[in-house]
């Protein structure tokens, strides 16, 4: 239902009030039904175009009932080296609970405003579940037209105590049945770094910690003039993302200047992405690559990604074990949660967050 306000769009503070203060983000832009994209959403013209989609070209779809077949296993491991992007299919997480998440996900950000407001960053009681909208609106030049609830998971106890009740069972249901999906992809690419078996220690270094978010991108006027999620790569282990059926995301492609190349919406498939700390850990083996979703005029849109991550107190570099055949590194050792707050405090910027821990002499 449209929220039965009215305001000037012209007012840059009556926006931020409206979209950021009151909760209603863009969301509630959309629904007010207005017909032009306020200029905050206008992204430089070098970010709305894409020049070079390559309709031919697609990442692979990869069927996990037999991950530990070597044929599969190469294939994973090929993907992300080449692409960084591969959907899965037989991955079993059950089908019920991708659509539940989905159902919740569309629950929460139907909430009312007040109600949603209560998890932004202001007033939030704990650090670790924020709503919000775009990526940094403090520092962005050109917003981005995107709602999100994003929790990191601490414990059960926790998740019951702070998470929206809308939602809460769904997410963890959704986080819990992937786990295994996520040790098996994270056993066959570890095998081709010359990692033998995951131990405790890199048990903790490759999934500590996790962080789920829920994506909303409403109904946009101006599509063309504005982004979903501008141009950057994960600062995750890896990425399980949960598409709907409207897609829109696109991968830096591997054709040279400006090549894309469409994530297809594939019904029961989950989308996989390396994140920047398996590059790093990888010494640039594994690729974290460059991806962005285009805002929609016609449908909303919504995107559940579980980010695997070392935990913010971990120190990561290149593994031993990938430096073991006297490879040079080229990533030096960070501390986690300097590199996430790196990547927090900028706009999207493409695949600059990795100069932070690249060696630079
Ligand atoms: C550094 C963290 C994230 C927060 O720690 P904190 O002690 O609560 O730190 P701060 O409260 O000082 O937050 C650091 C900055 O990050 C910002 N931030 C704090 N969570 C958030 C938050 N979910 N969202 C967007 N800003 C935030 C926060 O606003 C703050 O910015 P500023 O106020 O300008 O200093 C800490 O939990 C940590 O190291 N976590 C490790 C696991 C982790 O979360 N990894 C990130 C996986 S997420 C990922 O790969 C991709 C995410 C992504 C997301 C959106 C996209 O469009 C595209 C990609
Ligand atoms: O919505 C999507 O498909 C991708 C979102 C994304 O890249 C992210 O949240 O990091
Ligand atoms: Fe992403």
Sequence with gaps: MAPAISISLDDSSDMTDFVINQGHGVKGLSEMGIKTLPKQYIQPMEERLMTKIEPQESIPVIDMSKWHDIQVANSICDAAEKWGFFQVVNHGVPLQVLDDVKKATYGFFGLPAEEKRKYSKENSSSNNVRFGTSFTPQVEKALEWKDYLSLFYVSDEEAAALWPPVCKDQILEYMKSSKLLINHLLQVLMKRLNV?????????????????????????????????????????????????????????????????????????????????????????????????????????????????????????????EALANGEKPIYKQVLYSDYVKHFFRKAHDGKKTVDFAKITN
């Design 196 to 320: 033998k078996e995951i131990d405790q220690t890199k048990q903790s270094l490759l999934t500590g910690s996790v962080r789920t978010n829920i994506n909303y991108y409403p109904i946009c006027p101006n599509p063309e003039l504005t982004v979903g999620v501008g141009r950057h790569s994960d600062v995750s282990t890896l990425t399980v993302l949960l598409q709907d059926n409207v897609g829109g995301l696109y991968v830096r492609g591997n054709e040279g200047e400006d090549s894309w190349i469409h994530v297809p919406p594939i019904n029961g498939a989950i989308v996989i992405n390396i994140g920047d700390a398996l590059q790093i850990m990888s010494n640039g083996r594994y690729r974290s690559v460059e991806h962005r979703v285009t805002a929609n005029g016609s449908s909303n849109r919504i995107s559940v990604p579980i980010f695997v991550n070392p935990r913010p107190q971990d120190m990561i570099g290149p593994l031993p």
